[in-house]
């Protein structure tokens, strides 16, 4: 499968706990980007990459978050000291920019419950 | 700031029918692109459909297509002859740089 991959799946932790998420995205993508979604809600835009640069952060971002993507391939989001309001299911997404029609292909999700 | 605005969060269609989901947007924008995914129960984002803002023709797949009127910034999804399959959450995005969703419309089709 060539498609976006996310690693865990899922994650239960304890509030106060670090968390670490894992995407792969397709091979010959050079954008990643990071959305949150809550249950019956849209995706919320997070932070973006194009290679190993982050280019954009949201304001949802807060300094408990961070994301890298130091090769330029796969990417980590990291949120410290979790809270219960950080429950949701955390979704990837990769591109190629530029393109005629720059798309954006969507991972599984990594669904997160913060106890 | 752009936003995206789905106006029904349910809609049913019986099954072989055609229905519409509904999308405005709001930009300042000239040059944008507009999508609509779908997201089964428990599953992945999946696209359906893309529309370039700079093209006046309306996008179509197979059983899909839009309406995309620029002026009044609006972007509804048909679907003709609706399958059991496409039960599920629609969002409507725009784009460019992050992706802005609106809050979905969740689709029942009945047998």
């Known amino acids: 499968d060539t498609g976006v991959s996310q690693d865990p799946r899922h994650k239960i932790t304890k509030r106060g706990q670090n968390v670490t998420f894992r995407c792969d995205p397709i091979?010959?993508?050079?954008?990643l980007y990071w959305y949150r979604q809550t249950l019956g809600q849209g995706p919320e835009f997070l932070t973006y990459f194009q290679n190993e640069a982050q280019l954009e952060k949201s304001r949802l971002l807060s300094d408990r978050f961070s994301a890298e993507r130091p090769k330029g391939s796969f990417s980590t989001l990291e949120i410290q000291r979790t809270e219960q309001g950080d429950s949701a299911m955390y979704l990837c997404?990769?591109?190629?920019?530029?393109?005629?029609?720059?798309?954006?292909?969507f991972g599984p999700g990594t669904r997160l419950l913060v106890l | 700031a752009q936003t995206v605005t789905q106006s029904q969060p349910e809609m049913s269609v019986q099954e072989a029918e055609t229905v519409t989901l509904s999308c405005t947007y709001d930009?300042?924008?000239?040059?944008?692109?507009l999508f609509w995914y779908k997201q089964p129960p428990s599953r992945q984002m999946i696209l359906v459909i893309r529309q370039e803002a700079y093209k006046q023709q309306n996008a179509t797949e197979n059983r899909f297509s839009v309406n995309f009127q620029k002026a009044a910034k609006s972007f509804s999804l048909k679907i003709s002859d609706s399958q059991l399959g496409d039960a599920a959450m629609y969002f409507c995005?725009?784009?460019?740089?992050?992706?802005?969703f609106g809050a979905g419309t969740r689709l029942t089709v009945k047998p």
């Open positions: 995005a725009y784009h460019p740089g992050d992706m802005r």
């Open positions: 997404a990769s591109s190629r920019f530029p393109a005629p029609q720059e798309t954006q292909y």
């Open positions: 091979s010959e993508h050079n954008r």
């Open positions: 930009t300042s924008e000239s040059d944008y692109y």
